[in-house]
């Protein structure tokens, strides 16, 4: 059985002012009628028969709870963190949660907030996946990527594995000039953060690598407490946990690594520059949503919110026009708008 886990907790502060603290990224439809959250349950069609189990931070629970329900689908469960503890954590809740009944399911591991253009493809490399995640192998998604993109976490492939390759290292966010190499080499794929793998075989790799993360977890849930759709754990035991990725705590030391590659049209939209290359533009490149009005503007992205935006004589922008704050920035450097939700994170 294959057990969907939705990671929603993150904060996607690189696309300020659109997305908030309060309201961030995966719960907005960033491309067309559904949110994010939405659009990665859907994808689930035809190929789980599980309902997902979300996390995300106690803060979001309504929103969630909703989109959920406007979606019209089933869940397993949303899991409240009273504080964000990185995705090690997080996935470790759903696995002690998921072997509570004596069950051990594949634990399909995906994040709210990534976009899949060729549903088809994804459903195949999940299909590829299992086999080897049901042999005690933990499985992650490789993408086929084709530019140095610094913003995600590098594969290296070893050899042919069954369906896949056994891993040969994992790099985090490599500096452009290793980025610019591993593409080059063809022997890399970025590191998607989707993973499938048994929750037991999580559990174990956990205990033996961060025994602390293990132990912080395995408190926090022996006490929790659920109310309607919502799992709450202890607060003081999880506030205790250390702050880690799957990638760093696990998926970087364990030796039953493999990697199943996909070629899904996959982007985690992680700035305003990816969200423009996934968005439909007209002939000049532009994508706008809301009031623009546009002379001479080429290859620029505006979110108009509440007012008429018009630009003049001005290419590769971005502008993004919300009630309460207003970016502009130029596309190649819109990366680093998240320098500016840590200055007014410092402020406040
Ligand atoms: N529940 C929960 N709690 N979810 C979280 C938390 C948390 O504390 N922190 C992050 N997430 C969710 C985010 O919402 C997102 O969906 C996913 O986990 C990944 O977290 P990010 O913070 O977006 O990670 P990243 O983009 O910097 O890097 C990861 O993803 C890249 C691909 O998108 C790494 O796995 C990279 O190696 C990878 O390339
Ligand atoms: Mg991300």
Known sequence: MILPVVMAGGSGTRLWPLSRGNYPKQFLSLSGEHTMLQDTLSRLNGLVH????????????????EQVRQLGVKHSGIFLEPVGRNTAPAIALAAFKAIEKGEDPLLLVLAADHIIDDIVSFHQSVN???????????????????????????????EEFSTGFVVDSFVEKPDLETAKHYIASGDY???????????????AELKAFRPDIYNACKKAIEIQSNDLDFIRVDRAAFEACPDESVDYAVMEHTQDAVVVPMDAGWS?????AALWEV????ENGNAFTGDVKAVDTKNTLVFGEDKLVATVGVENLVIVNTKDAVLVAHKDQSQHVKSIVQQLKAEN
């Open 50 to 65: 599980s309902p997902a189990m979300l996390i995300c931070n106690e803060e979001h629970r309504f929103i969630a709870a």
């Open 268 to 272: 985690d939209v992680g700035g305003f």
């Open 279 to 282: 968005s439909t533009k007209d």
């Open 189 to 203: 794929y970025w590191n998607s953060g989707m993973f499938l793998f048994k929750a037991s075989r999580y559990l």
């Open 128 to 158: 590829k996946a299992s086999e080897l995640a049901k042999q005690g192998k933990l499985v992650t998604f490789g993408i086929v990527g084709n530019k140095p993109e610094t913003g995600y976490g590098y594969i290296k492939r070893g």
